[in-house]
């Protein structure tokens, strides 16, 4: 049997030639890796952007709450009025800082599925305590309030003047309404992560 023949050689000769082949396609072209070098500095360069964005909007949200709450705790004292209303500002901060963290993150698509679902439970609750906390508030408008005057027994005068007058900003079926459908795209959501999450786990308890 020649030395070519040889099983020995042709594992030893035959896998350096297979190395070698791999390692050969796996090199792209020098314009290629240019061009993809290029592309991963303007996606570095357009993340840390909307990092900066991201970063001041969550600034100016802080800046927001403070002012919110600033008035009714230290001149109209109306404690109730400056928790919902921070509370709800504070919500907002805290989703620019999810997705200030989601964008920074880079991490595998499945986690990062996981963190915009988050993004969106976030969002819908904030929206749910939004409406409920303007369920009771009004607004000014004016309207025409008539009375009926009777001026003798054939005669009946109807007069009429223009008031202003506080009214609902939305009736409570409309609040009911939208508090319902709230309540099933949170329930969708958290159902969504919770199929992520279990997915995941089933994944990496078979890969051991």
């Given at each position: 049997?020649?030395?070519?023949?040889?099983p020995?050689y042709?594992?030893?000769?035959?896998g350096?030639?297979?190395a070698?082949g791999?390692?050969?396609h796996?090199?792209?072209?020098?314009?290629?890796?240019r061009?993809?070098?290029g592309?991963d500095?303007?996606?570095?360069v357009?993340?840390?952007?909307?990092?900066?964005?991201l970063i001041g909007?969550?600034?100016?949200?802080?800046?927001?709450?403070?002012v919110?709450v600033?008035?009714p705790i230290f001149k109209?004292h109306?404690?109730?009025?400056a928790?919902?209303?921070?509370f709800d500002?504070a919500f907002?901060?805290?989703i620019l800082?999810?997705v200030?963290h989601t964008v920074l993150?880079?991490?595998?698509l499945?986690?990062?599925?996981?963190e915009?679902?988050v993004?969106?439970?976030?969002s819908?609750?904030r929206?749910?305590l939004?409406?409920a906390?303007d369920?009771?508030?009004t607004?000014?408008?004016?309207?025409?309030?008539?009375?009926?005057?009777?001026?003798?027994?054939?005669?009946?005068?109807?007069?009429?003047?223009?008031?202003m007058?506080?009214v609902?900003d939305?009736t409570?079926q409309?609040?009911v309404?939208?508090l319902a459908?709230?309540a099933?795209?949170v329930?969708?959501?958290?159902?969504?992560?919770?199929?992520?999450?279990?997915?995941t786990?089933r994944?990496?308890t078979m890969a051991?």
């Open positions: 049997m020649h030395d070519q023949e040889h020995a042709m594992a030893e000769h035959g350096a030639e297979g070698g791999a390692e050969h796996a090199e792209d072209p020098p314009i290629f890796r061009i993809h070098s592309f500095s303007v996606e570095r357009l993340i840390y952007v909307v990092s900066g964005v909007l969550a600034g100016v949200s802080v800046i927001n709450t403070l919110l600033w008035d109209v109306d404690y109730n009025k928790i919902s209303q921070g500002a907002l901060t805290i800082l999810e200030l993150s880079r991490s595998a499945v986690q990062q599925v996981q915009f679902l993004i969106g439970i976030t819908a609750v929206h749910s939004g409406i906390a369920a009771g508030s607004h000014p408008e004016v309207r025409s309030l008539c009375t009926t005057v009777t001026v003798n027994e054939t005669q009946v005068r109807r007069m009429c003047s223009d008031a007058v506080a609902l939305g409570s409309e609040i309404i939208e459908v709230n099933c795209a329930v969708l959501l958290v159902g969504a992560l919770w199929l992520v999450r279990q997915s786990l994944e990496a051991r």
